[in-house]
């Protein structure tokens, strides 16, 4: 079992930069990939960013590349979503996931939802313009 809380949501302007943590507990931390989800109003859940379990390799939506970046401390069972330069549109739900059913091994491809297994409640981001 692995249990995820997001944090760090909240009401920005456009323009700003925020950074969003997800704290996990359960399976040893450093023995799988994770990844950041969101959820826009009226929209199906997508994809945003994943990570290996090291932090050596990492994968982004085309439409987030130069904005969104992700990364994690092992040391702290911490992931991290970065996120630059924030727009009305990005205003949503955000969710960290994790994929524990393939170990260490990395697959860029894996960005489906239906990939992860364990996710947390999710985090509101609302930018204002």
């Known amino acids: 079992q692995v249990q995820l809380v997001e944090s760090g949501g909240g009401l920005v302007q456009a323009g700003v930069s925020l950074r969003l943590s997800c704290v996990a507990s359960?399976?040893?931390?450093?023995?799988?990939?994770m990844a950041w989800f969101r959820q826009l109003p009226d929209k199906e859940r997508e994809f945003v960013v994943a990570?290996?379990?090291?932090?050596?390799?990492?994968t982004v939506a085309d439409s987030m590349k130069g904005r969104f970046t992700i990364s994690r401390d092992n040391a702290k069972n911490t992931l991290y979503l970065q996120m630059n330069s924030l727009k009305p549109e990005d205003t949503g739900v955000y969710y960290c996931?994790?994929?524990?059913?393939?170990?260490?091994?990395?697959?860029?491809?894996?960005?489906?939802?239906?990939?992860?297994?364990?996710w947390g409640q999710g985090t509101q981001v609302t930018v204002s313009s």
């Open positions: 990570i290996n379990w090291n932090g050596g390799s990492t």
């Open positions: 996931a994790a994929d524990t059913t393939v170990g260490r091994s990395w697959n860029p491809a894996r960005r489906s939802r239906y990939e992860y297994n364990y």
């Open positions: 359960g399976r040893t931390f450093s023995r799988y990939a």
